[in-house]
C-alpha cells in the first residue's frame, strides 16, 4: 500500500472544511494513518516547499501562462518577468500563508494513493479544477487575481505529487510513532481481500 502527505492549509481550516475533505478521501476507501494540527513557522513553511529551479519555474509558469492569455505584465505585479524570481516570491507568499494559521496535516494510506488523492484534490489553479475534486468545488481563485493581491492562490489542500515527495513530506511533519497501522472494517471488501 502507498502513503500520501495532504495538509489542508489555512483557507481551508477557517472555512471549516476540514471534515468535508477528510471525508472525501476516506469516503473513496483511503484510510487516514496519521493526522494531527500544526501551525507552521514561515521558517519551517519556507523548508517545506522545494527551493529547486525547475519547481520555482513551475509554479511562476502557473502565473505567466495565465498573465500571457489576458495579455496583462507580470512585471507590475512581480516587479520582474524573470521565471526564478517569480517563484521565489510565490514561495515567499506561501510559507507566509501557511504561517498565518492552523493548518492539518495527514497521511493517507491505500492503493495508488499518490495519485488517487492528487485526483480528489483537482488542479492547482481553483478556476479551472473541475467540479467533483477539492478544489473545483470550494474554490474560484487565479493567479492574476492572487498576484495582484500578493498572495498564493487560495486553493485549500496540498497534496505530494510523487513517491519520492511523499515520503519526504510524511518524514518532514511525523514522527513514525505518530503513524498509526490498523484495519478499517470495509478493507477486505474493498480490495478483495
Ligand atoms: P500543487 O499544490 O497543485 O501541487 P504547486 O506545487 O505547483 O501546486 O504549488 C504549490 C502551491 O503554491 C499551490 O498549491 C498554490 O497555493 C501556490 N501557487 C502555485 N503557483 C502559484 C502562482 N502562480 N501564484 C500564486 N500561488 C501559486
Known amino acids: 500500500m502507498e502513503r500520501t502527505f495532504v495538509?489542508?492549509?489555512?483557507?481551508?481550516?477557517?472555512?471549516?472544511?476540514?471534515?468535508?475533505?477528510?471525508?472525501?478521501f476516506e469516503r473513496t476507501g483511503l484510510k487516514v494513518v496519521a493526522l494531527k494540527m500544526v501551525r507552521p513557522s514561515k521558517e519551517q513553511a519556507m523548508k517545506f516547499y522545494p527551493s529547486d529551479e525547475e519547481w520555482l519555474k513551475t509554479v511562476a509558469n502557473?502565473?505567466?501562462?495565465?498573465?500571457?492569455?489576458?495579455?496583462?505584465?507580470?512585471?507590475k505585479d512581480f516587479g520582474t518577468d524573470d521565471p526564478i524570481e517569480i517563484g521565489k516570491k510565490i514561495k515567499e507568499w506561501l510559507a507566509e500563508f501557511l504561517a498565518s494559521g492552523p493548518c492539518v496535516a495527514i497521511v493517507i494510506e491505500g492503493n495508488r494513493a499518490i495519485e488517487v488523492v492528487r485526483k480528489i484534490v483537482g488542479a492547482t489553479r481553483p478556476y479551472e479544477?473541475?467540479?467533483?475534486?477539492?478544489?473545483?468545488?470550494?474554490?474560484?481563485?487565479?493567479?492574476?487575481?492572487?498576484?495582484?493581491?500578493?498572495?498564493?492562490?487560495?486553493?485549500l489542500i496540498h497534496a505530494s505529487d510523487s513517491k519520492e515527495v511523499a515520503e519526504r513530506e510524511i518524514k518532514f511533519w511525523f514522527n513514525e510513532n505518530e503513524i498509526y497501522n490498523y484495519k478499517r472494517a470495509d478493507e477486505n471488501i474493498i480490495y478483495g481481500l
Open 7 to 24: 495538509m489542508i492549509k489555512p483557507d481551508g481550516v477557517q472555512r471549516g472544511l476540514v471534515g468535508e475533505i477528510i471525508s472525501r
Open 62 to 75: 502557473k502565473s505567466l501562462s495565465v498573465y500571457k492569455q489576458l495579455n496583462l505584465d507580470p512585471k
Open 129 to 155: 479544477a473541475q467540479p467533483g475534486t477539492i478544489r473545483g468545488d470550494f474554490s474560484t481563485d487565479s493567479p492574476e487575481l492572487a498576484n495582484i493581491m500578493k498572495r498564493p492562490l487560495r486553493n
